[in-house]
């Protein structure tokens, strides 16, 4: 009897340890869900929002958008970026089934020069992640002024990387691409990679504004050159979407 007594005893200990932990555990899930939806840029459930500042799971959240065509134009159509999907053009390697107007900037005021180039859907999300989070803090705080234009070399071109006959073919090929060549602000400022890049001494807020995008450019491009690069990208930065295995990044 006295056994009975004892075992009872264990095992409603046992219960009320188990219940406490139980407990515990839902007050944690309740209070992680609760955080997380405080701070959906962290949640890898949430959609990709442009209001969202970075957070540990946006990387995965672009990859996502430069990996699935649906995903990105969503992303788009989230961010009011009126996006006008092309036909399909072209054959081979160059064919270009993903091809609509870049159209990210133009929506946040701010006029691309030449206009409407085409590029691919991830593109296009890239430039509105990288004006958003990357272009326009970076000009706040070096130039003291919005940029209101940023000047371009081109998104398509079928051809090799280098222009040679052999070798990778370039991300140009399919329109999934863009080179950056200049910003100008509100009050009138032109700044270039081929002019300023280097002007550490002479202008080094401009150095240091084209340094920092080229920076903020590497989280929703999958591969950023500048002029640290080699000698072919002196005068402009080149931003591609890329898909890799295992989704490494390259960002000179």
């Given amino acids: 009897m006295r056994w009975r007594k004892g075992m009872r005893a264990r095992l409603l200990s046992l219960f009320d340890h188990g219940l406490l932990v139980l407990l515990l555990v839902a ?11 405080d701070h959906p840029e962290d949640d890898p459930w949430a959609p990709l929002s442009l209001r969202d500042p970075p957070g540990w799971a946006t990387g995965r959240k672009l990859a996502a958008v430069r990996a699935d065509l649906p995903t990105c134009r969503a992303f788009l159509e989230r961010s009011d970026i009126p ?8 054959s081979g390697i160059c064919r270009r089934s993903d091809r609509e107007r870049v159209a990210s900037l133009a929506a946040a005021d701010v006029a691309l020069r ?15 992640y990288w004006l958003r989070h990357g272009v326009q803090p970076a000009a706040r705080l070096f130039l003291h002024s919005p940029v209101v234009r ?48 280097k002007a550490k001494a ?17 989280m929703p491009f999958s591969t950023v050159l500048s002029p640290d690069y080699n000698a072919a ?7 591609d979407q890329a898909r890799r295995t295992g989704g490494w990044k390259a960002c000179h």
Avoid: M
């Fill in 27 to 37: 007050s944690l899930l309740l209070t992680g869900r609760a955080w997380l939806h």
């Fill in 83 to 90: 996006a006008e999907p092309l036909p399909a053009v072209g």
């Fill in 114 to 128: 030449p206009r409407n180039p085409q590029a691919t859907c991830a593109v296009d999300a890239g430039l509105a």
């Fill in 150 to 197: 940023i000047e371009q070399l081109g998104t398509y071109n079928c051809r090799r990387i280098g222009g040679g006959k052999t070798g990778t073919w370039s991300q140009h090929s399919t329109g999934n691409a863009i080179d950056i060549s200049a910003f100008v602000t509100a009050d009138g400022q032109r700044v270039t990679v081929l002019g300023d890049w």
């Fill in 202 to 218: 002479s202008q080094p807020e401009r150095s240091a504004f084209l340094h920092a995008v080229r920076d903020a450019a590497c």
């Fill in 233 to 239: 990208h002196a005068n402009h930065l080149h931003l």
